[in-house]
């Protein structure tokens, strides 16, 4: 290790982001400070919890707390706390780089936000230390782990280098700072000496905090001239999870909300619920009001944070939350958890999996709640939160219905207005007797597909589903309220209410006169199609590709052919509408001249159009656009 000061390089999305935050404007700069103690009050956590399960670790916990300090002369404010501290290599990884996922999304959204959106993307992606340049032009940090004898010492002024190098003599804990800018009242740049504005910023974003918050202010003495100095305690350390929620305030709710997230929006939703008896738990959880940048990222963090009696045991514990509920933050505090529990044990613990049933029916409880009583919120919810929520028909089965009954869909019953499957159910006309639904890449693009062509004439409404979750849960998902959930592009439809045993002479004519056609077709598409029959679906189209009853959809090969699992090509049915007059006529020419090789180009047109309509991609775009100059070019 180099025993002088070395000078280093920011990690180059580091040193945009540290570009971006100095010289962009944000209205509200005063958040620094609530990174900067919820920073401290991580580290004091994290070494108490490391002091208890560690008894050879020689710590002193017995005055664990965060300090401010202001030195108005020098213009220099300092927060300090007494907590696990950093190693050198810990200073290089998490401040020297942006050691999170998601970095080249944040800098595009930060690059395209301007004036008030900007002030919402600090919270929002947790970036902490980088805030401290918006204040300051040299940040300076001191740090020693606990544990360990040598210190860092790491020093910036946020143009794209840092120093850094060790000390022998420092306390054990951080110390960050801030070598303050000038006050510029126009840039909402206020004076951070200001006793008054530092209460008044830690009262507003940090009153919460476990740990004491203490800062030394001075007072008029006795004798003119004289002053004294006291060290006050500026948080109230109440954890909000246990004070009765007739006692805490929303805006307390929506602070401490942000102090978990690091969203800079209030929630969406507040849910506080509280276990007595056999066993114990308290949990404080939030819905947000805006999907987490990272919510669809597969190395993303997710959970609530654990503690056991007050006491802090892990961030984003995955075991209490499933997957399809990662926007879910909040704190879990249980009485009866060993404090050294580890995250392997916790996959297994008896208590944890009831709290996280407990968790999981008490969200979808609330989100149910808000469905019935509040449509503006709860369409808030949907939209943002929806897809990841659909994620849950997959695989929590014992969730099935509760997922399902605050679901909501778009359908052809309103363009614009979603609609649940109670509300489907409700509308459907007499005669029916399945819920139809179509998954596709848009709206418009089912929308226009043959396959609903019968369902309007019908009067029959048809869910539309966009999303590619959709294609994979249908499968999973067989009825609802006895109501069978049928695709209208897999299978046979016959919305006349005929079945097979009955015997209509005239669908018995047609299917003898289409027979030979029938045949004809199967052979000579037979690479692409595994069966041509009648169909009961068209109306005004020619021909459209069905999938066979149980088959996976086109879609759903495209997304396994992208993840890499190549697998056997569905063949699927091609339906020809037997009212058509492209059909009528090639029956006749079939009939006519079944030598003709013209017929052959036909048969690949017809199953060429059915391909596009549906937004398929056709083997051989250049042999179809060939064939299809040269039948026009003889129609001209």
């Not at 007494?82 to 401040?95: A, F, H, P, Q």
């Not at 006291?230 to 004070?243: D, F, G, H, P």
């Not at 879990?332 to 049933?357: F, Y």
């Amino acid at each position: 290790m180099s025993t002088g000061v070395e000078t280093r390089e920011f990690q180059a999305e580091a040193r945009q982001l540290l570009q971006l935050m100095v010289h962009s404007i944000y209205s509200n700069k005063d958040i620094f400070l609530r990174e900067l103690i919820s920073n401290a009050s991580d580290a004091l956590d994290k070494l108490r919890l490391q002091a208890l399960i560690d008894k050879d670790l020689d710590v002193d916990i017995s005055d664990l707390h965060v300090e401010i300090e202001v030195d108005r002369e020098r213009r220099t404010l300092t927060v300090r706390d007494n907590g696990i501290g950093m190693s050198r290599d810990e200073v290089v990884s998490l401040i020297g780089t942006i050691a999170k996922s998601g970095t080249a999304e944040l800098l595009r959204k930060l690059k395209e936000s301007k004036d008030t959106a900007s002030q919402e993307l600090i919270g929002q992606f947790g970036v902490g230390f980088y805030a401290t340049f918006m204040v300051a032009d040299r940040v300076t940090l001191l740090t020693r782990r606990a544990g360990e004898t040598e210190a860092t010492r790491w020093e910036s002024s946020g143009e794209g280098t840092y120093t850094i190098e060790p000390v022998d003599d420092a306390p054990q804990g951080t110390t960050v700072t801030l070598h303050l800018k000038p006050e510029d009242k126009e840039d909402q740049l206020f004076d951070y000496t200001d006793e008054w504005k530092l209460r008044e910023i830690v009262k507003r974003y940090s009153d919460f905090i476990a740990w004491p918050i203490r800062m030394s202010t001075e007072r008029p003495g006795e004798s003119e001239g004289e002053t004294t100095s006291e060290t006050v305690t500026l948080n109230s350390m109440k954890a909000l999870w246990a004070r009765p929620r007739s006692e805490v305030t929303d805006d307390e709710y929506k602070e401490f909300y942000k102090h978990v997230s690091h969203d800079w929006n209030d929630p969406l939703d507040i849910i506080h619920m509280k276990a007595e008896g056999t066993f114990e738990y308290e949990a404080l959880l939030f819905v947000p009001a805006q999907a987490p940048y990272d919510l669809f990222m597969r190395d993303a963090k997710r959970g609530v944070q654990l503690y056991v009696k007050r006491v802090f045991i892990m961030d984003d514990c995955e075991a209490l939350i499933p997957e399809y509920l990662r926007f879910v933050k909040g704190v879990v505090d249980a009485q009866d958890l060993s404090l050294n529990i580890s995250r392997e044990i916790l996959q297994q613990d008896r208590q944890i999996q009831l709290i996280r049933r407990r968790l999981v029916k008490k969200v979808l409880s609330s989100v149910k709640e808000l469905m019935d009583n509040d449509a503006e919120r709860y369409r808030t919810f949907w939209t943002q939160l929806g897809r990841a929520v659909k994620e849950g028909l997959l695989n929590d089965f014992e969730n099935q219905r509760a997922i399902l009954d605050i679901s909501s869909f778009a359908s052809t019953h309103d363009p614009e207005q979603l609609t649940s499957l109670a509300q489907y159910i409700e509308r459907m006309p007499d005669g029916q007797t399945d819920i139809y639904y179509m998954t596709g890449e848009s709206r418009t693009m089912i929308e226009n597909s043959p396959h609903l062509e019968a369902f309007k004439a019908k009067g029959y409404e048809v869910l539309l589903l966009t999303d590619p979750v959709d294609e994979m849960w249908v499968a999973s998902v067989t009825d609802y309220d006895g109501k069978q959930l049928r695709s209208i592009a897999q299978g046979q439809v016959d919305l006349d209410g005929e079945d097979e045993s009955s015997k209509d002479p005239e669908r018995e004519q047609r299917k003898e006169q289409y027979a030979p056609l029938l045949g004809w077709l199967g052979e000579t598409l037979d690479a692409h199609v595994k069966e041509v029959r009648l169909s009961t679906r068209l109306t005004t189209s020619p021909a459209c590709l069905v999938g066979d009853a149980g088959d996976m959809t086109p879609a759903l090969e495209r997304m396994y052919r992208a993840m890499g699992q190549d697998g056997p090509k569905i063949k699927r049915i091609l339906e020809l509408n037997p009212a058509h007059p492209l059909v009528t006529g090639l029956r006749e020419a079939y009939g006519s001249r079944a030598d003709d090789p013209a017929l052959v180009e036909t048969a690949e047109l017809l199953y060429g159009t059915a391909l596009l309509a549906e937004g398929g991609e056709l083997d051989e775009p250049a042999r179809f656009a060939k064939l299809l100059a040269d039948r026009l070019a003889r129609t001209v």
